[in-house]
């Protein structure tokens, strides 16, 4: 049975429908991405996802539970977390602060630290920095922190959206390293990233979003190496 199971999903802006009828699965230990172009509705379903938004219709199935109902929070702690477009750290507390305030549901303090841990170990430049106000870090840095933050909840299911979204190439590719790493210790990950070429070199499958549909699927490796996701994603004639 799929970790994630997303049937005939349609989610709208007032009349407008921003999604309409989608359906595709994640598998626990898979990565998936999501592509396409803005407006494509990438970010409206993993919103819809973790509770940010509510479904029009269709049915979200979650580690064997429908959760189209479920308020965000007890979707988080269900085991689905959320890493946001633009990052949305607090920039006024410290790097510390911001992975325990992903913890927030926990109550195994010697568990939270060890995450704390994990993270600086993923990410040593944060545990250098580890007291510094969290606004004062590049864009880079404060990625990795929000990926660390999304992390600290223990989620059995980590979906990042856009997180390459603005960084240097050298940061861009520090952030997919890292998810790679994560998916070899076994993290399941929906990737929505607008570096196609990026997300589906690691991707075990894709989809290909156009206009709030899925138009197209198959393998990471499938979807590279078919001639419109080349020419339409990966700048190739």
């Known amino acids: 049975m799929p970790l994630l199971e997303v049937e005939d999903l349609r989610v709208a802006y007032g009349k407008i429908e921003a999604v309409k009828g989608i359906s595709f699965t994640v598998d626990a230990g898979q990565v998936v991405t999501l592509i396409g172009t803005n407006g494509a509705g990438k970010t409206t379903t993993l919103r819809t996802l973790s509770g940010l938004l509510k479904p029009l219709a269709g049915k979200i199935t979650f580690d064997g539970e429908v959760i189209n109902d479920m308020g965000a929070h007890k979707i988080v702690a269900k085991g689905l977390a959320h890493s946001p477009e633009g990052r949305r750290i607090f920039p006024r507390l410290t790097i510390t602060e911001n992975l325990q305030l992903g913890a927030f549901l926990r109550k195994d303090t010697a568990g939270v630290q060890r995450d704390i841990d994990r993270a600086y170990s993923l990410f040593p430049i944060l545990g250098e920095r580890r007291s510094q106000a969290a606004g004062t870090l590049s864009g880079g840095e404060q990625q990795m922190l929000a990926m660390g933050r999304a992390l600290m909840s223990q989620p059995k299911l980590l979906m990042l959206d856009e997180p390459s979204m603005g960084l240097s190439p050298i940061m861009m590719q520090k952030i997919m390293e890292t ?31 156009e206009i709030g549909t899925i138009a197209l699927s198959g393998t990471g490796q499938e979807l590279m190496h078919d001639e419109s996701v080349r020419k339409a994603y990966l700048g190739e004639d």
């Open 179 to 209: 998810i790679t790493e994560l998916k070899a210790q076994g993290t399941t990950i929906l990737l929505v990233e607008q570096n196609a070429q990026a997300a589906l070199s690691l991707a075990d499958h894709g989809h290909v979003m």
